[in-house]
């Protein structure tokens, strides 16, 4: 075994799977295709994965097999290893061009791994043998997430109108592109412009962008975060300013039951002037807050999917690595990990970490806090660009007829848009 795979094998002796995968991430690609499907063996065997193990032993038996290939590629892909199905399904589509069933996984593969341009580089090269669905459609899909619009509207022209089984997908495309075409009109869309997409991808407006790390890889999402009042009183004023700049006007904020949305939904309340009620689904000209969506009970997601008249659905801090199952209308913050202001956690102290326990106070008291604080937005470390609430009034301004349309469809990519994250 080549030495890139030196590292991965010696984690894997050692016990530590999870540890032995990353390594074959960073080298999955530049390795002979033997000694990758060798290195998956392992892995699978160790993990107990009989099919991977099976679909691995197949290629090893036969490296030139292009349906041997597929099928590993597509175990790699089902088991969350989609970088490893990278080269592997590259192959099989080098030995048999025309397979259909390798190049969707390929283009599955790469949409995994956020390498949407990548998608549409492989698509395009087989373009006269794509069909209208899915091979077009994905073509359009992975234009508009790498940032490539005039392809992706030029296709889309192109895809017929689509029986029951892809219609929502062809509506949800078209939706995104009506979305791309208003927010250009007054924002850049370029590879910094976490708003402007964030928009255009999930139809939902983000209040705040993180103030660090902006030209150090963040793009205005935050990694960890270790959240404060200030932070939750900026959002709602942002919340409160969306609201105007669209021209809503909610008759009240419903609660969902978790302590966290409790506490923030309350503090809305406040912010907003409008009279608390308890969550009912389907309940109509009512803002509806969580803390995080991860958290709230499956059943109650499953009501919030498609929007009643007048319900806007806010989220102080979205996780953008592992969304919630519905997308928010207005999301305060983008973070991978995120620390509630109230949980517990660990400050420095005179000898070194120190923990510090949960707040206990009453949900009540709690949102007091948050309602008396401070909201003024943090300077962070000067490099991030301007935040200013005229800009975030205009671009609500000019794009909220296109807000509050169509299922809440979560979005599992960054998009045009690429933060570090921790792995």
Request: aromatic share 6%; hydrophobic share 45%.
């Amino acid at each position: 075994m080549t030495i890139e795979l030196e590292q991965a094998r010696q984690l894997l002796a050692e016990g530590d799977l999870a540890g032995s995968v990353r390594a074959v991430r960073f080298v999955a690609e530049r390795v002979p295709l033997r000694e990758l499907a060798t290195m998956l063996a392992e892995l699978a065997a160790a993990a107990e994965f009989g099919d991977l193990a099976a679909a691995a032993g197949a290629v090893l038996d036969d490296p030139a097999d292009p349906r041997a290939l597929t099928v590993l590629g597509y175990e790699c892909v089902e088991y969350g290893i989609s970088f490893a199905a990278i080269p592997v399904l590259s192959h099989a589509l080098e030995l048999a061009p025309t397979s259909r069933q390798a190049l969707a996984e390929l283009v599955t593969a790469f949409e995994d791994e956020h390498r949407h341009a990548e998608a549409v580089e492989v698509l395009v090269r087989h373009e006269s043998d794509l069909q209208p669905w899915p091979e077009r459609y994905l073509l359009v899909y992975n234009s508009i997430l790498s940032a490539d619009l005039p392809r992706a509207l030029a296709e889309f022209a192109r895809l017929p109108v689509p029986d029951d089984d892809w219609k929502f997908a062809y509506e949800r495309v078209g939706r995104m592109l009506a979305r791309a075409g208003r927010a250009g009109a007054v924002t850049a869309l370029d590879h910094q412009d976490l708003r402007g997409w964030q928009f255009t991808l999930t139809g939902g407006y983000l209040a705040t962008l993180s103030p660090y790390g902006f030209d150090a890889g963040m793009t205005g999402r935050w990694a960890y975060l270790g959240d404060n009042p200030q932070l939750c009183r900026h959002s709602l004023d942002r919340l409160a300013l969306v609201l105007s700049a669209a021209s809503r006007q909610p008759r009240s904020v419903s609660l969902l039951p978790g302590r966290a949305d409790r506490i923030l939904g309350l503090s809305a309340a406040r912010v907003l002037g409008l009279p608390p009620e308890e969550y009912e689904p389907g309940a109509t000209d009512t803002v509806v807050v969580a803390y995080d969506l991860r958290t709230v009970a499956d059943d109650l997601i499953a009501t919030l999917h498609e929007r009643a008249p007048g319900q806007i659905l806010y989220e102080h801090a979205t996780c953008w690595t592992q969304p919630p199952a519905v997308a928010a209308d207005v999301s305060g913050l983008l973070h991978q990990t995120v620390v509630e202001p109230w949980a517990a956690r660990q400050r420095l102290g005179d000898n070194g970490l120190e923990p510090v326990a949960a707040d206990s106070r009453s949900e009540a008291e709690i949102a007091d806090e948050i309602v008396s604080a401070d909201g003024t937005p943090d300077l962070g470390d000067g490099a991030t660009p301007s935040d200013l609430d005229a800009a975030v009034t205009t671009f609500v301004a000019n794009t909220c007829d296109n807000w509050l349309i169509g299922p809440r469809t979560p979005m599992k990519s960054p998009g045009p848009v690429r933060s570090s994250f921790f792995t």
